[in-house]
């Protein structure tokens, strides 16, 4: 266990962890702020790899490219976590908040992103995946799940991104085709913000007002969600 008080720890690196069986754990994700705003060095704010990773209770501000990407891990924790951009909404900010992708048994819990210029809040080619209780507000994508099996999005609030949440199916990766996902007792309103993406990514079609996007993967349930106020469709099916 790697344990931070609280405080503001400017950072210009980024943080690698590759052991197993490792706990980084803050005060509160207002008391413990990792900025990355002078980042000069590596794609991303933290990069975990190692099985049996928890991260909870600290914020993390303005990283050169992703916030918090977990890649191949088993068994993945992030709990009360805050990514944010804290600038305008640009094409220039990091794609993805939080980011574990090849994982498998994930639960992403309290957590908030703000700001991420593709998904505030994704998970790719995962299996095993629990994302509740989560605020996503002026991403692109507030929540997204992609190429992944066995997933519960519930009791979220997606609010005044360009897509609230979005469940895809892209070609071309490891995990082909997800299903399996379950998005339900979810608040997604008002999701009507300028698509701000690099225009070479997929999320760069994402209609501004879209509250439910799904595209191209089998066996979705989308059921008592509050979808209010997104102005261009509430479930758009691709």
């Given at each position: 266990?790697?344990?931070?008080?609280a405080?503001?720890?400017?950072?210009?690196?980024q943080?690698?962890?590759?052991?197993?069986?490792?706990t980084?754990?803050g005060q509160?994700s207002?008391?413990?702020?990792l900025?990355?705003k002078?980042?000069?060095?590596?794609?991303?704010?933290?990069?975990?790899?190692?099985n049996?990773?928890t991260?909870e209770?600290l914020?993390?501000?303005?990283?050169?490219?992703?916030?918090?990407?977990?890649?191949?891990?088993r068994?993945v924790?992030?709990r009360?976590?805050?990514?944010e951009?804290?600038?305008?909404?640009?094409s220039?900010n990091?794609?993805y908040?939080?980011?574990?992708?090849?994982c498998?048994?994930?639960?992403?819990?309290?957590?908030?992103?703000?700001?991420?210029?593709?998904?505030g809040l994704?998970?790719?080619?995962?299996?095993?995946?629990?994302?509740?209780?989560?605020?996503?507000?002026?991403n692109?994508?507030?929540?997204?799940?992609?190429?992944?099996?066995?997933?519960?999005v519930?009791?979220?609030?997606?609010?005044?991104?360009?897509?609230?949440?979005?469940?895809?199916?892209?070609?071309?990766?490891?995990?082909?085709?997800?299903s399996?996902v379950?998005?339900?007792?979810?608040?997604?309103?008002?999701n009507?913000h300028?698509?701000?993406?690099?225009p070479?990514?997929?999320?760069?079609?994402?209609?501004?007002?879209?509250?439910v996007?799904?595209?191209a993967?089998?066996?979705v349930?989308v059921?008592d969600?509050d979808?209010?106020?997104?102005?261009t469709c509430?479930?758009?099916?691709?």
């Open positions: 266990v790697i344990q931070l008080e405080g503001r720890y400017i950072l210009n690196r943080l690698d962890a590759v052991a197993d069986n490792l980084i754990r509160g207002e008391k413990t702020v900025t990355f002078d980042q000069t060095t590596g794609g991303q704010g933290i990069e975990a790899t190692g049996n990773f991260l209770n914020a993390i501000e303005d990283t050169a490219g992703n916030a918090v990407k977990i890649l191949g891990s068994n924790t992030l009360g976590v805050r990514v951009w804290t600038g305008e909404p640009s220039s990091g794609a908040g939080l980011y574990p992708v090849q498998e048994n994930v639960l992403i819990e309290n957590c908030t992103s703000i700001g991420a210029s593709d998904a994704y998970v790719g080619q995962c299996r095993n995946v629990i994302v509740r209780s989560c605020h996503a507000e002026r692109v994508a507030g929540i997204e799940i992609e190429n992944t099996v066995n997933a519960d519930y009791e979220n609030v997606a609010t005044n991104n360009t897509g609230g949440i979005l469940v895809f199916d892209m070609a071309g990766l490891q995990l082909k085709a997800g399996n379950r998005v339900f007792r979810n608040k997604v309103t008002g009507n300028r698509n701000f993406a690099d070479g990514g997929v999320v760069a079609a994402v209609p501004p007002g879209t509250g996007m799904i595209m993967t089998d066996h349930e059921s969600n979808l209010e106020q997104n102005q509430s479930v758009l099916i691709v």
